[in-house]
């Protein structure tokens, strides 16, 4: 499985999160959301042993995933910002009132699904399933 681990968070309080495996990446993407500096929008990638963690940061809510070096930063990416518009879709303003982990029951889910979509499906890299769509025009 190439994504490991996802959290979403208002700052550094975390709204949900899931694992996908024991690892201490829940206390590595703690202390990344600590130091992610301002409020401004960002998308960075921080390299820790043989994992990254993806953060994209947008409108005060950050979306974070530990990925396999090997993910690359195209599927991990387009994953946060999958996360991000289902939680934003989801909550809505909530988010801004929420209290820490007061979303994961429902959304530790979505997290669980996406994390395997994302990890498993072909056509969840859109680069690749349309390289696919095209060679099967070709084949016409």
């Known amino acids: 499985m190439a994504i490991l ?70 599927i991990p990416f387009a994953f946060l910002e999958d996360i991000h518009q289902r ?11 929420a209290q820490a982990y007061g979303m994961n029951d429902e959304f530790s889910r979505v997290l669980s699904q996406q994390m395997e979509y994302y990890s498993s499906d072909p056509n969840a890299d859109r680069m690749n399933r349309l390289k696919g769509e095209m060679n099967q025009v070709k084949a016409f």
């Open 5 to 74: 681990y996802a959290l979403v968070a208002r700052g550094s309080v975390v709204l949900a999160e899931f694992s996908a495996t024991a690892t201490n990446a829940s206390a590595i993407a703690k202390q990344i959301l600590g130091k992610i500096p301002g409020n401004d929008d960002s998308h960075v990638s921080y390299s820790q042993d043989r994992y990254i963690f993806h953060v994209k940061r947008t409108d005060g809510l950050t979306v974070l995933c530990m990925a396999e070096e090997n993910a690359g930063r195209r």
């Open 87 to 97: 939680f934003v879709r989801t909550y809505g303003r909530s988010v801004h009132s």
